[in-house]
T-cell receptor, first 116, second 112 residues
Framework: GAVVSQHPSWVICKSGTSVKIECRSLDFQATTMFWYRQFPKQSLMLMATSNEGSKATYEQGVEKDKFLINHASLTLSTLTVTSAHPEDSSFYIC????????????FGPGTRLTVT | QKEVEQDPGPLSVPEGAIVSLNCTYSNSAFQYFMWYRQYSRKGPELLMYTYSSGNKEDGRFTAQVDKSSKYISLFIRDSQPSDSATYLCALRAGNSGYALNFGKGTSLLVTP
């Protein structure tokens, strides 16, 4: 159990366009989902935390108008990179929190975004 | 000073060796300790978690926590080439919900 999927796994877009990335918890309900960005040979950098039905909480330095997050259901969160630029090229990973005796984050496989 | 320090390596060992991966931390509020494994271009996979000082064993993996020294370790016995990956420690405070503080990750290469 505790499978998280992301779609697409890889996307190339032109500078100035917008890209939407989906994150789904397949076999559990996730009231909290997280979006991370990871540059090559770097650790995960938390971008924002989203709770179902409410506005996302963004980390300092992350532009909320550029990275739009929607968490409309208990199994789906989306990240839209608006007006993408080459410096937005990165590996974007989502995770979903599953409640239990030990609240765990389960990670998706990631989405590689390349902006040309 | 970062809250979680982890040597990024790379660490190269021969197949069959015992691998020791470590993290140190500065915040006494951290109560939960996790190790994730991340293969190249994949999402992290939870390997082990613990919340008390001492050892926890799972197959070839042993997680060790020393809260007094603020030091955590992951040992891999009989390492295999398939263990080649980046290993990230992640720590969580007791009252922080799901929020994790990650180390930079240590890149491990196990050579046949």
């Amino acid at each position: 159990g505790a499978v998280v999927s992301q779609h697409p796994s890889w996307v190339i877009c032109k500078s100035g366009t917008s890209v939407k990335i989906e994150c789904r918890s397949l076999d559990f309900q996730a009231t909290t989902m997280f979006w991370y960005r990871q540059f090559p040979k770097q650790s995960l950098m938390l971008m924002a935390t989203s709770n179902e039905g409410s506005k996302a909480t963004y980390e300092q330095g992350v532009e909320k108008d550029k990275f739009l997050i929607n968490h409309a259901s208990l199994t789906l969160s989306t990240l839209t990179v608006t007006s993408a630029h080459p410096e937005d090229s990165s590996f974007y990973i989502c995770s979903a929190g599953r409640q239990g005796a030990f609240s765990e984050q389960y990670f998706g496989p990631g989405t590689r975004l390349t902006v040309t | 000073q970062k809250e979680v320090e982890q040597d990024p390596g790379p660490l190269s060992v021969p197949e069959g060796a015992i691998v020791s991966l470590n993290c140190t931390y500065s915040n006494s509020a951290f109560q939960y300790f996790m190790w994730y494994r991340q293969y190249s271009r994949k999402g992290p996979e939870l390997l082990m978690y613990t919340y008390s000082s001492g050892n926890k064993e799972d197959g070839r993996f042993t997680a060790q926590v020393d809260k007094s020294s603020k030091y955590i370790s992951l040992f891999i016995r009989d390492s295999q080439p398939s263990d080649s990956a980046t290993y990230l420690c992640a720590l969580r405070a007791g009252n922080s919900g799901y929020a994790l503080n990650f180390g930079k990750g240590t890149s491990l290469l196990v050579t046949p």
